[in-house]
Protein backbone atom coordinates (compact mmCIF):
# COMPACT_ATOMS: atom_id res chain seq x y z
CA UNK A 1 0.00 0.00 0.00
CA UNK A 2 0.95 3.37 -0.80
CA UNK A 3 2.89 5.63 1.97
CA UNK A 4 1.27 9.15 2.97
CA UNK A 5 4.07 11.46 4.71
CA UNK A 6 2.65 13.48 7.20
CA UNK A 7 2.80 16.20 5.39
CA UNK A 8 0.23 14.84 2.42
CA UNK A 9 -1.92 13.97 4.87
CA UNK A 10 -2.77 17.16 6.19
CA UNK A 11 -2.01 19.38 2.94
CA UNK A 12 -4.95 21.83 2.77
CA UNK A 13 -7.13 21.27 -0.93
CA UNK A 14 -6.74 24.31 -3.32
CA UNK A 15 -8.84 25.50 -5.28
CA UNK A 16 -8.34 28.91 -7.75
CA UNK A 17 -11.79 30.54 -8.99
CA UNK A 18 -10.96 32.71 -12.42
CA UNK A 19 -7.94 31.81 -13.65
CA UNK A 20 -6.87 34.97 -15.25
CA UNK A 21 -3.98 37.09 -14.56
CA UNK A 22 -4.48 37.37 -10.73
CA UNK A 23 -5.23 33.84 -10.18
CA UNK A 24 -2.65 32.52 -12.76
CA UNK A 25 -0.33 33.97 -10.93
CA UNK A 26 -0.92 32.18 -7.18
CA UNK A 27 -1.88 28.63 -9.15
CA UNK A 28 1.69 28.78 -10.83
CA UNK A 29 3.08 29.90 -7.43
CA UNK A 30 1.60 27.05 -5.55
CA UNK A 31 2.09 24.58 -8.43
CA UNK A 32 5.90 25.66 -8.46
CA UNK A 33 5.98 24.23 -5.24
CA UNK A 34 4.30 20.89 -5.54
CA UNK A 35 0.64 22.13 -4.42
CA UNK A 36 -1.12 22.78 -7.90
CA UNK A 37 -4.49 23.67 -6.67
CA UNK A 38 -7.73 22.61 -8.70
CA UNK A 39 -8.52 25.35 -11.65
CA UNK A 40 -12.00 26.58 -11.91
CA UNK A 41 -13.10 29.02 -14.53
CA UNK A 42 -15.34 29.78 -17.23
CA UNK A 43 -13.42 29.41 -20.49
CA UNK A 44 -12.40 26.04 -20.72
CA UNK A 45 -8.52 25.06 -21.33
CA UNK A 46 -5.98 22.70 -20.55
CA UNK A 47 -3.50 24.18 -18.49
CA UNK A 48 -2.25 27.91 -17.54
CA UNK A 49 1.32 29.57 -17.82
CA UNK A 50 3.12 32.44 -16.24
CA UNK A 51 6.11 34.39 -17.24
CA UNK A 52 8.12 35.60 -14.72
CA UNK A 53 11.08 37.71 -15.00
CA UNK A 54 13.35 34.16 -14.09
CA UNK A 55 11.00 31.54 -15.76
CA UNK A 56 7.98 30.01 -17.32
CA UNK A 57 5.71 28.14 -15.26
CA UNK A 58 3.33 25.54 -16.63
CA UNK A 59 0.53 24.77 -14.27
CA UNK A 60 -1.22 21.66 -15.70
CA UNK A 61 -5.08 21.81 -16.03
CA UNK A 62 -7.89 21.18 -16.77
CA UNK A 63 -9.40 24.38 -16.31
CA UNK A 64 -13.08 23.05 -14.93
CA UNK A 65 -16.28 25.29 -15.71
CA UNK A 66 -18.80 22.91 -14.11
CA UNK A 67 -19.44 23.04 -10.68
CA UNK A 68 -20.80 19.82 -10.99
CA UNK A 69 -17.53 18.44 -12.04
CA UNK A 70 -15.21 18.56 -9.20
CA UNK A 71 -16.23 16.23 -6.62
CA UNK A 72 -16.00 17.44 -3.14
CA UNK A 73 -15.10 20.68 -1.12
CA UNK A 74 -11.65 22.36 -0.54
CA UNK A 75 -10.36 23.84 2.18
CA UNK A 76 -9.15 27.74 0.71
CA UNK A 77 -10.60 28.84 -2.34
CA UNK A 78 -8.75 31.96 -3.90
CA UNK A 79 -11.55 33.94 -5.38
CA UNK A 80 -9.62 36.01 -8.19
CA UNK A 81 -12.76 36.89 -10.97
CA UNK A 82 -13.02 40.48 -11.52
CA UNK A 83 -15.66 42.29 -8.56
CA UNK A 84 -18.39 42.30 -12.04
CA UNK A 85 -17.81 38.69 -12.14
CA UNK A 86 -18.70 37.32 -7.94
CA UNK A 87 -22.40 36.88 -8.87
CA UNK A 88 -21.96 34.04 -11.67
CA UNK A 89 -18.81 32.75 -10.10
CA UNK A 90 -21.15 31.97 -6.97
CA UNK A 91 -21.87 28.51 -7.76
CA UNK A 92 -18.26 27.30 -7.60
CA UNK A 93 -18.19 28.72 -3.79
CA UNK A 94 -21.44 26.67 -3.01
CA UNK A 95 -19.54 23.71 -4.76
CA UNK A 96 -16.26 23.90 -3.05
CA UNK A 97 -17.01 25.20 0.81
CA UNK A 98 -17.39 23.07 3.36
CA UNK A 99 -18.04 24.94 6.78
CA UNK A 100 -14.69 25.73 7.05
CA UNK A 101 -13.25 26.53 4.31
CA UNK A 102 -11.78 30.09 3.87
CA UNK A 103 -12.51 32.32 0.54
CA UNK A 104 -9.40 34.45 0.28
CA UNK A 105 -10.58 37.34 -2.03
CA UNK A 106 -8.24 38.31 -4.90
CA UNK A 107 -10.23 41.49 -5.55
CA UNK A 108 -9.29 44.99 -5.91
CA UNK A 109 -11.64 47.58 -3.49
CA UNK A 110 -12.43 47.79 0.20
CA UNK A 111 -16.23 46.19 -0.36
CA UNK A 112 -14.90 42.19 -0.63
CA UNK A 113 -16.64 41.01 2.70
CA UNK A 114 -20.29 42.41 1.06
CA UNK A 115 -19.93 40.86 -1.99
CA UNK A 116 -18.75 37.68 -1.00
CA UNK A 117 -20.23 37.49 2.13
CA UNK A 118 -23.67 36.19 0.61
CA UNK A 119 -22.13 33.28 -1.07
CA UNK A 120 -19.71 32.08 1.46
CA UNK A 121 -19.97 30.29 4.58
CA UNK A 122 -20.30 32.58 7.64
CA UNK A 123 -17.09 34.16 8.79
CA UNK A 124 -15.23 32.44 5.85
CA UNK A 125 -14.38 35.83 3.83
CA UNK A 126 -11.33 37.01 4.12
CA UNK A 127 -10.03 39.99 1.78
CA UNK A 128 -6.75 40.56 0.19
CA UNK A 129 -4.65 43.33 -1.28
CA UNK A 130 -3.07 42.37 -4.19
CA UNK A 131 0.48 44.83 -5.16
CA UNK A 132 1.24 42.86 -8.17
CA UNK A 133 0.84 43.44 -11.73
CA UNK A 134 0.21 41.01 -14.05
CA UNK A 135 -1.16 41.11 -17.64
CA UNK A 136 -2.66 38.32 -20.17
CA UNK A 137 -0.41 38.63 -23.20
CA UNK A 138 -2.27 37.71 -26.78
CA UNK A 139 -1.86 34.01 -26.72
CA UNK A 140 -2.88 33.18 -23.10
CA UNK A 141 -0.05 33.58 -20.93
CA UNK A 142 0.32 35.73 -17.81
CA UNK A 143 3.25 37.99 -17.65
CA UNK A 144 3.99 38.79 -14.37
CA UNK A 145 5.56 41.95 -13.85
CA UNK A 146 6.59 42.78 -10.51
CA UNK A 147 7.24 40.66 -7.40
CA UNK A 148 3.98 38.78 -6.38
CA UNK A 149 2.67 40.04 -3.01
CA UNK A 150 -0.33 39.71 -0.82
CA UNK A 151 -1.37 41.51 2.25
CA UNK A 152 -4.40 40.16 4.37
CA UNK A 153 -5.56 41.32 7.62
CA UNK A 154 -3.90 39.65 10.69
CA UNK A 155 -6.92 37.01 11.22
CA UNK A 156 -6.46 33.74 12.12
CA UNK A 157 -8.75 32.82 9.06
CA UNK A 158 -5.29 34.16 7.04
CA UNK A 159 -3.08 31.55 8.77
CA UNK A 160 -4.49 28.80 5.77
CA UNK A 161 -3.21 31.37 3.22
CA UNK A 162 -0.03 31.80 4.90
CA UNK A 163 0.99 28.49 5.34
CA UNK A 164 -0.62 27.49 1.66
CA UNK A 165 1.67 30.01 0.00
CA UNK A 166 5.18 29.40 2.22
CA UNK A 167 8.15 29.39 0.75
CA UNK A 168 6.38 29.71 -2.72
CA UNK A 169 7.27 33.27 -5.37
CA UNK A 170 4.05 35.00 -3.93
CA UNK A 171 5.15 36.69 -0.66
CA UNK A 172 2.29 37.20 1.91
CA UNK A 173 2.07 40.00 5.00
CA UNK A 174 -0.41 40.32 7.72
CA UNK A 175 -1.73 43.98 8.24
CA UNK A 176 -2.81 44.90 11.78
CA UNK A 177 -4.30 47.80 10.11
CA UNK A 178 -6.13 46.23 7.22
CA UNK A 179 -8.24 49.35 6.67
CA UNK A 180 -5.59 51.35 5.44
CA UNK A 181 -3.70 49.36 3.98
CA UNK A 182 -6.56 48.47 1.81
CA UNK A 183 -7.43 51.94 1.11
CA UNK A 184 -4.12 53.10 0.39
CA UNK A 185 -4.68 50.54 -2.62
CA UNK A 186 -7.78 51.96 -3.29
CA UNK A 187 -5.72 55.52 -3.96
CA UNK A 188 -3.87 53.45 -6.33
CA UNK A 189 -6.79 52.10 -8.08
CA UNK A 190 -8.58 55.08 -8.13
CA UNK A 191 -5.76 57.13 -10.29
CA UNK A 192 -5.28 53.82 -12.26
CA UNK A 193 -8.96 54.35 -13.72
CA UNK A 194 -7.68 57.61 -15.62
CA UNK A 195 -5.59 55.05 -17.82
CA UNK A 196 -9.06 53.36 -18.77
CA UNK A 197 -10.42 57.17 -19.74
CA UNK A 198 -7.19 57.64 -21.89
CA UNK A 199 -6.64 54.75 -23.49
CA UNK A 200 -2.84 55.12 -22.41
CA UNK A 201 -0.42 53.25 -20.12
CA UNK A 202 2.11 53.99 -17.32
CA UNK A 203 3.73 57.07 -19.59
CA UNK A 204 0.84 59.07 -19.26
CA UNK A 205 1.45 59.80 -15.69
CA UNK A 206 4.88 61.68 -17.18
CA UNK A 207 2.45 64.62 -18.50
CA UNK A 208 2.40 67.68 -16.26
CA UNK A 209 -1.38 68.46 -16.81
CA UNK A 210 -2.30 64.36 -15.67
CA UNK A 211 0.35 64.91 -12.44
CA UNK A 212 -1.53 67.62 -11.53
CA UNK A 213 -5.17 66.04 -12.05
CA UNK A 214 -3.87 62.83 -10.47
CA UNK A 215 -2.42 64.70 -7.39
CA UNK A 216 -5.91 66.52 -7.17
CA UNK A 217 -8.13 63.06 -7.70
CA UNK A 218 -5.63 61.23 -4.86
CA UNK A 219 -6.37 64.59 -2.33
CA UNK A 220 -9.94 64.03 -3.12
CA UNK A 221 -9.77 59.78 -2.17
CA UNK A 222 -7.35 60.34 0.96
CA UNK A 223 -10.46 62.46 2.55
CA UNK A 224 -12.66 60.19 1.69
CA UNK A 225 -10.30 56.97 3.05
CA UNK A 226 -10.04 59.06 6.40
CA UNK A 227 -13.32 59.15 6.99
CA UNK A 228 -14.08 55.97 6.76
CA UNK A 229 -11.20 55.16 9.77
CA UNK A 230 -7.63 54.94 7.50
CA UNK A 231 -4.60 56.27 8.53
CA UNK A 232 -2.70 57.29 6.06
CA UNK A 233 -0.46 60.67 5.82
CA UNK A 234 -0.38 63.90 3.41
CA UNK A 235 2.65 62.23 1.26
CA UNK A 236 0.72 59.19 0.15
CA UNK A 237 -0.82 61.09 -3.27
CA UNK A 238 2.54 62.34 -4.12
CA UNK A 239 3.99 59.01 -3.27
CA UNK A 240 1.41 56.89 -5.54
CA UNK A 241 1.75 59.57 -8.26
CA UNK A 242 5.99 58.81 -7.92
CA UNK A 243 5.67 54.84 -8.28
CA UNK A 244 3.22 55.19 -11.30
CA UNK A 245 6.04 57.51 -12.69
CA UNK A 246 8.74 55.34 -12.22
CA UNK A 247 6.72 52.05 -14.32
CA UNK A 248 7.99 51.29 -17.27
CA UNK A 249 5.68 53.38 -19.91
CA UNK A 250 4.45 50.75 -21.50
CA UNK A 251 2.88 48.99 -18.12
CA UNK A 252 -1.10 48.93 -17.82
CA UNK A 253 -3.36 48.10 -15.08
CA UNK A 254 -6.35 45.59 -15.26
CA UNK A 255 -8.94 48.38 -15.83
CA UNK A 256 -7.32 49.25 -19.28
CA UNK A 257 -6.73 45.86 -19.77
CA UNK A 258 -10.77 45.46 -20.01
CA UNK A 259 -11.17 48.96 -21.56
CA UNK A 260 -9.03 47.29 -24.66
CA UNK A 261 -11.14 44.05 -24.65
CA UNK A 262 -14.28 46.14 -24.32
CA UNK A 263 -14.96 43.82 -21.20
CA UNK A 264 -17.59 45.37 -18.37
CA UNK A 265 -14.63 47.56 -16.19
CA UNK A 266 -15.03 47.57 -12.15
CA UNK A 267 -15.60 51.15 -11.75
CA UNK A 268 -18.18 50.81 -8.81
CA UNK A 269 -15.55 48.86 -7.04
CA UNK A 270 -12.31 50.94 -8.06
CA UNK A 271 -14.20 54.61 -8.42
CA UNK A 272 -17.51 55.00 -7.61
CA UNK A 273 -16.78 54.03 -3.88
CA UNK A 274 -15.27 56.93 -3.58
CA UNK A 275 -18.23 58.77 -4.52
CA UNK A 276 -20.73 57.09 -2.92
CA UNK A 277 -18.93 56.91 1.08
CA UNK A 278 -17.81 60.54 0.12
CA UNK A 279 -21.95 61.43 -0.31
CA UNK A 280 -22.65 59.43 2.70
CA UNK A 281 -20.22 61.68 5.19
CA UNK A 282 -21.12 64.78 3.36
CA UNK A 283 -17.27 65.14 1.82
CA UNK A 284 -17.37 66.91 -1.82
CA UNK A 285 -16.13 64.73 -4.50
CA UNK A 286 -16.13 66.83 -7.48
CA UNK A 287 -13.18 65.04 -9.53
CA UNK A 288 -15.06 61.31 -8.59
CA UNK A 289 -18.13 63.10 -10.06
CA UNK A 290 -16.73 63.81 -13.35
CA UNK A 291 -14.35 60.49 -13.59
CA UNK A 292 -17.12 57.98 -12.49
CA UNK A 293 -19.94 58.76 -14.92
CA UNK A 294 -17.23 58.64 -17.84
CA UNK A 295 -15.77 55.02 -16.90
CA UNK A 296 -19.34 53.79 -15.68
CA UNK A 297 -20.56 54.82 -19.62
CA UNK A 298 -17.34 53.51 -21.36
CA UNK A 299 -18.00 50.40 -19.04
CA UNK A 300 -22.16 49.59 -19.99
CA UNK A 301 -23.04 52.14 -22.22
CA UNK A 302 -25.49 52.74 -23.55
CA UNK A 303 -23.94 53.62 -27.13
N1 LIG B 1 -4.20 42.09 -13.18
C1 LIG B 1 -3.59 42.82 -12.24
O1 LIG B 1 -2.44 43.27 -12.39
C2 LIG B 1 -4.26 43.09 -10.92
C3 LIG B 1 -5.59 42.78 -10.70
N2 LIG B 1 -6.14 42.99 -9.47
C4 LIG B 1 -7.53 42.65 -9.21
O2 LIG B 1 -7.64 41.23 -9.20
C5 LIG B 1 -8.95 40.84 -9.63
C6 LIG B 1 -8.78 39.87 -10.78
O3 LIG B 1 -8.21 40.60 -11.85
P1 LIG B 1 -7.51 39.89 -13.11
O4 LIG B 1 -6.84 38.63 -12.72
O5 LIG B 1 -6.73 40.96 -13.77
O6 LIG B 1 -8.79 39.54 -13.98
P2 LIG B 1 -8.88 38.58 -15.25
O7 LIG B 1 -9.99 39.12 -16.09
O8 LIG B 1 -7.56 38.41 -15.87
O9 LIG B 1 -9.30 37.20 -14.63
C7 LIG B 1 -10.60 36.87 -14.25
C8 LIG B 1 -10.77 35.39 -14.49
O10 LIG B 1 -12.04 34.99 -13.97
C9 LIG B 1 -12.67 34.16 -14.95
N3 LIG B 1 -14.10 34.16 -14.75
C10 LIG B 1 -15.02 35.06 -15.20
N4 LIG B 1 -16.26 34.69 -14.82
C11 LIG B 1 -16.12 33.52 -14.15
C12 LIG B 1 -17.04 32.63 -13.53
N5 LIG B 1 -18.35 32.86 -13.54
N6 LIG B 1 -16.55 31.54 -12.95
C13 LIG B 1 -15.24 31.28 -12.93
N7 LIG B 1 -14.30 32.07 -13.49
C14 LIG B 1 -14.75 33.19 -14.10
C15 LIG B 1 -12.24 34.76 -16.26
O11 LIG B 1 -12.46 33.84 -17.30
P3 LIG B 1 -12.40 34.22 -18.86
O12 LIG B 1 -11.03 33.78 -19.27
O13 LIG B 1 -13.48 33.40 -19.47
O14 LIG B 1 -12.60 35.70 -18.97
C16 LIG B 1 -10.75 35.00 -15.96
O15 LIG B 1 -10.01 33.81 -16.13
C17 LIG B 1 -9.69 42.13 -9.99
O16 LIG B 1 -10.44 42.58 -8.90
C18 LIG B 1 -8.54 43.12 -10.26
O17 LIG B 1 -8.93 44.47 -10.02
C19 LIG B 1 -5.41 43.44 -8.42
C20 LIG B 1 -4.10 43.77 -8.59
C21 LIG B 1 -3.43 43.66 -9.86
C1 LIG C 1 -1.27 46.52 -10.85
C2 LIG C 1 -2.15 47.56 -10.26
C3 LIG C 1 -1.57 47.96 -8.93
C4 LIG C 1 -2.13 48.79 -11.12
O1 LIG C 1 -3.12 49.67 -10.79
C5 LIG C 1 -3.54 47.02 -10.11
O2 LIG C 1 -4.03 46.90 -9.02
C6 LIG C 1 -4.36 46.64 -11.28
O3 LIG C 1 -3.82 46.54 -12.40
O4 LIG C 1 -5.56 46.41 -11.09
Known amino acids: MAQTS??????????????????????????????????????ARDGLELSTADAVIEVPGPVHTDPADIGGTVDLVFLAVKATQV????????????SGTVVCVLQN????LAAVGPHAPAGAVLPAVVWF????????????????????????????VVDVLDGTLCAVELAPDFTSVAWRKLLQNAMAGLMA??????????????AELSLDYLRE????????????????????????????????????????AGRPL????????VRRRGRARGIPTPISDIVVPLLAAASDGPG
Open 6 to 43: PEQSVRPRVAIVGPGAIGTTVAAALHAVGRTPLLCGRT
Open 87 to 98: DAAAPWLAALCH
Open 109 to 112: GVEQ
Open 133 to 160: PAETQQNGSVRLRGPARLTLPNLPAARI
Open 197 to 210: LTGRRAGMFGRDDI
Open 221 to 260: CLAVARAEGAVLGDEVPRQILEAFQAFPPDQGTSILADRE
Open 266 to 273: EWSIRNDV
